[in-house]
């Protein structure tokens, strides 16, 4: 088994990013990791993967054992942070995989930079037009078709984020582990030991809720998502683009996935991943590694 070796790196921006390295070949993949977690998310996964390849999982500024020296405003922030990681790594080339918020920042990567990303791939990720906070009455209840449009409103959302908030800044890890059981580990829990792993690297993060108002003002469809006008850089993405979705997500639905391959095109399909919920590559290892390589290698 390949050595991962955790350390840091400084930017040309002021930030330092951490970062899991694996041994391998010359081919290269970076993983992003999601929301409210750190890279250590992919620690196990990667070390399935075969030996040919060089993997990077970086701690997005703000999580993990990254730097926090400016906070972020907008999706762009982070996926700067990882352009300006590769090359400080001298990573011409590489494959780019984006779990959860991570596929959301991959797709602006890639967007920016399309010569560099060889492949594409978006793990349970957001559609390519965001998924915009809803707005909540005075009970609580979401108001269809209704939107927050302030970054002030998406910090107070009482339902979706203060929540979070309480939990982080409490170091609460009775009520987190109670929001994961429900949203993330829904349909299957990790080993006992390893999840209270999981749910501990969870207060490692500092950029929320800097990262939802992020979140609510990504758009790079064609379309209005009720918040912002896209900006129709989904055009750049022309490199092949994998789609992953776990069937029993209660985070994201299916249709985010396949709004983002019908935006993209032809070069874009989207596979079910079986008996897996958020985090597939956790939930059915084996069945996301598999088509991940099959993507990887044809």
Sequence with gaps: MCR???????????EEIGYREREGGKDAIIFVHGNLVSSKYWGKFMQRFPENFKLYAVDLRGAGISSYNKPIETMRDFSEDIWLFSQEMNIKEFILVGWSMGGVISMQLAADHPDAV???????????????FTKKDEEGKMIPGEYWKTKEEVFNDKVQVLPLVYALRSGNREIMKNIWDSAVFNYKKPEESYYKELIEDIFTVRNYPDCAWATQIFNISYLHNGVVMGTGEVDNLKMPVLL???EHDVIVKKEYSEETAKEIGENAHVV?????????FIDNEQQTLKVMLDFIEK
Excluded: Q, R
């Design 272 to 280: 079910v991943i079986e008996n897996a919920a958020h985090s597939v």
């Design 118 to 132: 060889k492949k594409l791939i978006l793990v349970s990720s957001p559609s390519c037009k965001g998924i915009p």
């Design 244 to 246: 992953l979705w776990g």
């Design 4 to 14: 991962v070796i955790y350390k840091k790196v400084a930017l040309p921006n002021g």
